[in-house]
């Protein structure tokens, strides 16, 4: 078995603060990109029809942080993970399963968290 280089990966497009997009999770996956800032902090949020999971990759491609522990069934979350160069980031969504309810659809939206108020 080996991990499948995310540069082979269909690309899913270029994700944007605050804007909701749609993809189809398979056990595959799909990559989507954001350009980040050195000292950003986002926040990933995908919910669909099947069991998903995130992996963020840094601009070296290193793996930074996945959701594939979390269990929660139809949706993942990483909340304000700090990107530590400026660069592009690759964000890969994969349905957990390789069953007949692996592949669907689901909808993904990648914001900054809110600043501290206390």
């Known amino acids: 078995l080996?991990?499948?280089d995310p540069?082979?990966?269909e690309s899913a497009g270029v994700l944007e603060q605050g804007v909701l997009i749609y993809g189809n999770a398979t056990t595959i996956g799909q990559r989507w990109t954001y350009n980040g800032t050195a000292g950003e902090r986002i926040s990933v949020l995908v919910g669909g029809e099947t069991d998903v999971y995130l992996e963020l990759l840094d601009?070296?491609?290193?793996l930074m942080f996945n959701t594939q522990d979390s269990y929660n069934w139809g949706h993942a979350l990483f909340d304000n993970a700090e990107l530590p160069v400026t660069g592009e980031y690759t964000?890969?969504?994969r349905a957990r399963r390789a069953d007949e309810w692996s592949d669907g659809g689901y909808a993904l939206i990648l914001g900054r968290p809110p600043a501290d108020l206390g």
Do not use: T
Not at 59 to 62: E, F, L, N, Q, T
């Open 91 to 93: 964000l890969i969504v």
């Open 59 to 62: 601009p070296s491609g290193a």
């Open 7 to 9: 540069s082979l990966l």
């Open 2 to 4: 080996s991990q499948v």
